[in-house]
């Protein structure tokens, strides 16, 4: 019998909404956990801004049990690790251990939730730290192109600010703002537990049950996010060499049945090298190093975009080759052969993925928080082989619209130089 046939999914609620989910891989000796919490920098309010990132950095500083360093070497004395992260919509504090030290990831997981002692002392040392961070996007034009991108592209909306917020609002916070904000969003109809690997379902919720104990409720959630209607275009010159753009169009939301139909299209644009894109642009035209295309998906709306860097002297030529290729996908559909290795591409890319158990623990969290129904990884591969050059070429049309589009340029590029580009798609 194949391994994915006894690999077993257990999803359990309990009174305060805490819900707990798991998948059992008999054949894996690690455990993946994750507490997911559903908050994140779109929760924020603008002088908020950055206070869920830097409280997911302040609950490995310390609680009333151990030290930041004791924390830090808990699971990592017994070969595991234990980690974080804060994305717009979720904050995740994760553990990788062998099967027989479940007990001791709950035990530290739980603790650093329950009991941070969240110091004054601590709390203006890691302002420093996040300020360092905050740095470093500002110094990778790289990643501070799609910075300034996300804000023009969800102009005056929470899902525009940055994860990490500013120096201004991180240096604000103190003890009492931590802890508000905590009260009121780390509830227990808002976090979800999940696990994968060699583990027992009901020695998790067992545990879960003893070690966490969130106050009850939900909260309250900010307003959808809005796409834009209107092409927008939005430049930041500096003296560098290289040219870094982003140009996006609205999407479609986690949860949307047509998902896989998105990732095709921008898995044919943009994902890999032997993308239509990083063909013509990099491999025929030598104008970028690097290019690639990208989909964001939220609980209520959704972003596709391109991102490539080049010399100012290719830059509308670049932008030009990318319209190009756009115009072609609202036009022509893709012969079978193409559609078949695009098939396969996502299929070996979610597979591989799912090769992990903290692959696995990451999808379980996220398609619970995105409400998105259960999907064994056989159903999901099956509905990805039942997409359609048709599928594909409606999405383009649906997508691809140039009053929904938005630019965003950083580097030496002027004006006149985006003002060459025919954007009518």
């Given at each position: ?80 690790n234990i980690n974080a992260f804060t994305s717009r919509e979720q904050t995740c504090y ?140 939005h430049i930041y010159t500096n003296g560098s060499a290289q040219n ?182």
């Open positions: 019998m194949a391994t994915k046939n006894l690999i077993k999914y257990s999803k359990t609620v309990l009174k305060d909404g805490l819900r707990i989910i798991s998948e059992n891989i008999p054949s894996a000796r690690s455990i993946s956990i994750g507490v997911w919490v559903d908050v994140g920098s779109r929760d924020e309010q603008k002088s908020e801004n950055g206070i869920s990132h830097f409280i997911e950095h302040m609950l490995f500083k310390g609680t009333k049990r151990r030290s930041a360093k004791k924390i830090a070497s808990s699971l990592e004395s017994l070969g595991g994760m553990a990788v251990i062998l099967d027989e030290h479940l007990e001791q990831a709950v035990d530290v997981l739980s603790d650093i939730l329950m009991n941070s002692t969240l110091t004054p002392k601590n709390i203006d040392r890691e302002k420093s730290v996040v300020a360092e961070e905050i740095h470093e996007v500002f110094e990778n034009p790289s990643d501070l192109v799609h910075e300034h991108f996300t804000e023009n592209f969800w102009s005056n909306q929470p899902l525009g600010r940055s994860i990490l917020g500013t120096e201004i609002t991180v240096r604000s916070f103190d003890r009492k703002d931590i802890k508000a904000y905590m009260k009121k969003s780390y509830l227990s109809g808002r976090v979800v537990i999940a696990a994968a690997g060699n583990v027992s379902h009901r020695k998790l919720v067992e545990l879960v049950k003893k070690k966490f104990h969130f106050s009850e409720g939900i909260g309250n959630r900010g307003e959808d996010a809005i796409s834009p209607s209107q092409f927008t275009k870094h753009l982003c140009l996006g169009f609205p999407g479609i939301k986690f949860s949307h049945p047509d998902r896989y139909n998105i990732l095709a299209l921008y898995t044919y644009l943009g994902s890999g090298m032997s993308s239509v894109l990083f063909q013509k642009i990099r491999e025929e035209k030598g104008m970028a190093y690097s290019i690639y295309s990208f989909a964001d998906f939220f609980r209520d709306n959704g972003m596709m975009g391109i991102y490539f860097g080049t010399e100012q002297k290719h830059l509308s030529e670049a932008i030009e080759t990318t319209l190009k290729e756009l115009r072609k996908m609202k036009k022509n559909r893709l012969p079978d052969s193409k559609l078949d290795n695009i098939k396969a591409q996502i299929k070996g890319h979610l597979t591989l993925a799912l090769e992990s158990t903290n692959g696995r623990m990451g999808r379980l969290g996220r398609l619970e928080l995105l409400g998105n129904e259960y999907l064994p990884l056989d159903k999901a591969l099956k509905s990805i082989d039942r997409i359609q050059s048709n599928d594909i070429l409606e999405m383009a049309r649906k997508i691809f619209v140039s009053e929904g589009m938005t630019i965003t340029s950083l580097g030496p590029g002027t004006e006149a130089d985006l003002n060459k580009v025919d954007y009518s798609i």
